[in-house]
């Protein structure tokens, strides 16, 4: 499976797995299906929403290491 960095496109990281849509959820992003919200890279996302990037990829690439 392919890692994820701040840089990767959301959309492109809910296409790999739909499971990690709970972590956009819980950040506060929750038109997850929006065109503008699949185009943003995860380091944009976090700006927007106030979260820590470096944390959040971590979160994500633990949770597909895990699968």
């Given at each position: 499976?392919?890692?994820?960095?701040?840089?990767?496109i959301?959309?492109?990281?809910?296409?790999?797995?739909?499971s990690?849509?709970?972590?956009?959820?819980?950040?506060?992003?929750?038109?997850?299906?929006?065109?503008?919200?699949r185009?943003?890279?995860?380091?944009?996302?976090?700006?927007?929403?106030?979260?820590?990037?470096?944390?959040?990829v971590?979160?994500?690439?633990?949770?597909?290491?895990?699968?």
């Amino acid at each position: 499976m392919t890692e994820i960095t701040k840089d990767t496109i959301i959309g492109d990281i809910l296409d790999m797995d739909e499971s990690t849509a709970p972590f956009f959820f819980e950040m506060g992003m929750h038109c997850l299906g929006c065109p503008s919200a699949r185009g943003e890279s995860l380091a944009e996302a976090c700006a927007v929403h106030g979260v820590d990037a470096e944390a959040m990829v971590k979160k994500i690439n633990e949770h597909l290491a895990g699968k």
